[in-house]
Nanobody, 121 residues
Framework: QVHVMESGGGLVQPGGSLRLSCAAS????????MGWYRQAPGKQRELVAI???????DYAGFVEGRFTISRASAKNTVNLQMDSLKPEDTAVYYC???????????????WGQGTQVTVSS
């Protein structure tokens, strides 16, 4: 079984910064993609940033150079550095891992439980 866990959310003032971390563990044979989505109250879940197979990175348009996704030194770990945060960035941020399990089967998407980010003065 594959487990995905986020950390690093919290309350920050507009213009501030937060760093989110995500670690995937368990029966991972190979990772295809790993990154972040978010969901604000009353809105659909949307992509924030993601590493795809081959090392390509996709950012959502609203990031506008404010967020940076990076791989941590530990295997199957990614970080999201968020700067110049705006109130509209308030949401639950979810880590996602697209992986093949060493238990066999097809490529699966695994979600973390989410971490709350609140941008408010």
């Amino acid at each position: 079984q594959v487990h995905v866990m986020e950390s690093g959310g919290g309350l920050v003032q507009p213009g501030g910064s937060l760093r989110l971390s995500c670690a995937a563990s368990g029966t991972i044979y190979s990772m295809n993609a790993m990154g972040w989505y978010r969901q604000a109250p009353g809105k659909q879940r949307e992509l924030v940033a993601i590493f795809r197979d081959g090392g390509n990175i996709d950012y959502a348009g609203f990031v506008e150079g404010r967020f940076t996704i990076s791989r941590a030194s530990a295997k199957n770990t990614v970080n999201l550095q968020m700067d110049s945060l705006k109130p509209e960035d308030t949401a639950v941020y979810y880590c996602v891992a697209d992986a093949w399990s060493s238990m066999g089967g097809r490529l699966m998407r695994y979600w973390g439980q989410g971490t709350q980010v609140t941008v408010s003065s």
